[in-house]
Antibody, heavy 123, light 107 residues
Framework: QLQLQESGPGLVKPSETLSLTCTVSGGSISSGSYYWGWIRQPPGKGLEWIGS???????YYNPSLKSRVTISVDTSKDQFSLRLSSVTAADTTVYYCASHTDCSTTSCRFDNWGQGTLVTVSS | DIQMTQSPSSVSASVGDRVTITCRAS??????LAWYQQKPGKAPKLLIYAASSLQSGVPSRFSGSGSGTDFTLTISSLQPEDFATYYCQQANSFPLTFGGGTKVEIK
């Protein structure tokens, strides 16, 4: 059973860059079985997909955030990372990492999730 | 982007009740839809994928149906542990999008 765990600062200053890492255990990012995604959820609100990456480095981003988002993968560490630049208070949310199946060949779904980490944007 | 609209936004029900939640896509998505359950302070949990396929380990009282633009999640007999918020997610195209959620509350 895959396990995912987010890590990173819980507090980021406005205009700076938010950086989070997701560590995968119980399986290998390089297995090719999954894509690796980031989803966020403002407190008390709904879910927003940020983007996803495959172990090869192929990325898919939400156009609403694309100009500010970079997702990368480190297969040697079984980790993938999120960078969100020029943050504002609107980026204060819980960030989840999750695995999902191939969306081009299946009805892709997020079947393994991290516990989530709250990131607050404040000076 | 494909917009996902859930209704109702909240429902009050009793243990043992049958509960139905609807999700409508702004354009046809075939059967490419998933349902999740989320409890306070926890990550969402996958219940249903491909509109009607039950995720391993999920109780059979949960079922999904629909195709095209209209989908339904049904809980056949509500249990105490089912009080939570439920989300649909379309898997037809990027960007992946979620419905706004339906909160199932205790009557």
């Amino acid at each position: 059973q895959l396990q995912l765990q987010e890590s990173g600062p819980g507090l980021v200053k406005p205009s700076e860059t938010l950086s989070l890492t997701c560590t995968v255990s119980g399986g290998s990012i390089s297995s090719g079985s999954y894509y690796w995604g980031w989803i966020r959820q403002p407190p008390g609100k709904g879910l927003e997909w940020i983007g996803s990456i495959y172990y090869s480095g192929s990325t898919y981003y939400n156009p609403s955030l694309k100009s500010r988002v970079t997702i990368s993968v480190d297969t040697s560490k079984d980790q993938f990372s999120l960078r969100l630049s020029s943050v504002t208070a609107a980026d204060t949310t819980v960030y989840y990492c999750a695995s999902h199946t191939d969306c081009s060949t299946t009805s892709c779904r997020f079947d393994n999730w991290g516990q989530g980490t709250l990131v607050t944007v404040s000076s | 982007d494909i917009q996902m609209t859930q209704s109702p936004s909240s429902v009050s029900a009793s243990v043992g009740d049958r509960v139905t939640i609807t999700c409508r896509a702004s354009q046809g998505i075939g059967s490419w839809l998933a349902w999740y359950q989320q409890k306070p302070g926890k990550a969402p949990k996958l219940l249903i994928y491909a509109a009607s396929s039950l995720q391993s380990g999920v109780p059979s009282r949960f079922s999904g149906s629909g195709s095209g633009t209209d989908f339904t999640l049904t809980i056949s007999s509500l249990q105490p542990e089912d009080f939570a918020t439920y989300y649909c997610q379309q898997a037809n195209s990027f960007p992946l999008t979620f419905g706004g959620g339906t909160k199932v509350e205790i009557k």
